[in-house]
């Protein structure tokens, strides 16, 4: 099997260098992003200088005006950080045959096998590099590696700009005296439980026996330990929208009952948003067709725009209630119903971190969905069951819904 070949590009502080790329004056000059979140208006992102002032993200903007009286304040402008993406995929999909892009300033490239075409890994992380600052004015770190963990801690390490390359069959050695809070997944909580034990090396987690990991760090313990050796297999997974998780649930016998409908809708969600979401994605595009028993269809959608600031569905419920409103706009003959197909498209990447101060009802929703994910993970999906899907399953003459679906 060949080895995998993966540029990762990391724009430090997104938000605030499209600002400095709009606005060239700001160059220089501290200043922040800021919003209203929870209530509050914090920091959402900051130049160089106001974080060497001692500015963070998620600060208070009181407390941000209290360090830096003359601080420029600034208001998100998502229309640019969309353009701003725009623009890197572009370029992205000029190097790469495979790429991902996180929208908020990571993005990982698949080089490999493009040798012959543009040269060494380190050739074409080179004319990538190039090709961003003379097209958009931006200056990323970039780093090569055989895995994307391995290419992202490469580049925290290098921050805020720079090229670096691990080799091959180094990754443990390039990671043993890196700080542990480069490693993705040290969170707050967890870097102060290695800090109490005198851990602050990532070599110092890989040393640790599975047991020991275990104890220390709790169920993440495992996880920890691998990518502290430099294990990653996760894919680069193609963000550019032109996959889509289609499924479609077939009536034995042709129905016209609202609950089979439903139950229906109910269970096509359940299935297509844990794929999805096994894969950390969020759809912008919910599309639903109804097949009916003369032969016609009715199909209708509903999207989520990412640039007006809104978010893609990613909970069964959301993704439900969206089928269940494109359903009553579009199904509006009084036809039995022979199969309805739902897909899920348009896809963004996720990371499931919650916002700074995410509203209680929103975390509770996230954490229920998280653990259902979970169980269904380990046991297999369908060992949990909505009551209205196993209601419509299950109605007299031995109607049941048969699933099928598939990813393309």
């Known amino acids: 099997m060949k080895e995998r070949t993966i540029t990762h590009l990391n724009i430090i502080g997104f938000k605030a260098a499209v600002a400095e790329v709009k606005d060239i004056s700001l160059r220089g000059r501290p200043f922040v992003i800021a919003g209203a979140t929870g209530g509050r208006n914090v920091t959402l992102d900051c130049s160089p200088e106001a974080i060497k002032q001692g500015i963070t993200p998620g600060m208070t903007l009181t407390a941000a005006q209290k360090r830096i009286s003359d ?23 000029r190097y790469a045959p495979l790429w991902e892009n996180d929208r908020a300033g990571n993005l990982y490239l698949d080089i490999t096998g493009t040798k012959n075409i543009f040269g060494s890994p380190m050739d074409c992380s080179s004319r990538i590099l190039n090709t961003i600052l003379d097209q958009v004015g931006i200056k990323p770190a970039a780093a090569v590696a055989c895995n994307k963990l391995v290419s992202k801690v490469a580049t925290r390490a290098i921050r805020p700009m720079g090229l670096i390359q691990v080799q091959a069959e180094t990754e443990a050695e390039f990671l043993q005296h890196q700080a542990v809070r480069l490693l993705p997944g040290m969170g707050a909580k967890l870097q102060k439980t290695a800090a109490v034990v005198g851990i602050r090396e990532i070599g110092e987690i890989a040393n640790l026996s599975a047991g020991e990991a275990l104890s220390l760090f709790g169920k993440n313990g495992g996880a920890l330990r691998e990518m502290a050796l430099g294990i990653d297999n996760s894919p680069v997974i193609d963000r550019s929208g032109k996959q889509k998780i289609t499924q479609q649930a077939d009536f034995n016998e042709d129905v016209i009952d609202e609950i089979a409908i439903r139950g229906a809708i109910e269970g096509l969600a359940g299935f297509g948003g844990f794929e999805m979401r096994r894969n950390k994605l969020g759809a912008a595009l919910i599309r639903l067709v109804v097949f009916y028993a003369d032969g016609m269809t009715a199909e209708g959608q509903e999207k989520r725009s990412p640039s007006a600031g809104m978010k893609p569905f990613v909970l069964d419920r959301d993704i439900t209630e969206a089928a269940y409103k494109i359903l009553k706009k579009t199904a509006v003959r009084r036809i039995r119903i022979r199969s309805i197909g739902l897909s899920l498209e348009e896809f963004i990447p996720l990371d499931y971190a919650p916002e700074l101060f995410e509203p209680e009802t929103e975390i509770k929703n996230r954490q229920i969905q998280e653990a259902v994910d979970k169980i269904q993970n380990r046991f297999g999906m369908g060992k949990i069951t909505r009551g209205l899907v196993f209601t419509a399953s299950n109605l007299g003459n031995g109607k049941r819904l048969i699933t099928a679906g598939g990813s393309n």
């Open 71 to 93: 601080l420029i304040i600034l208001s998100p402008d998502i229309p640019a950080y969309e353009l701003m993406n725009t623009e890197l995929e572009k370029i992205a999909e």
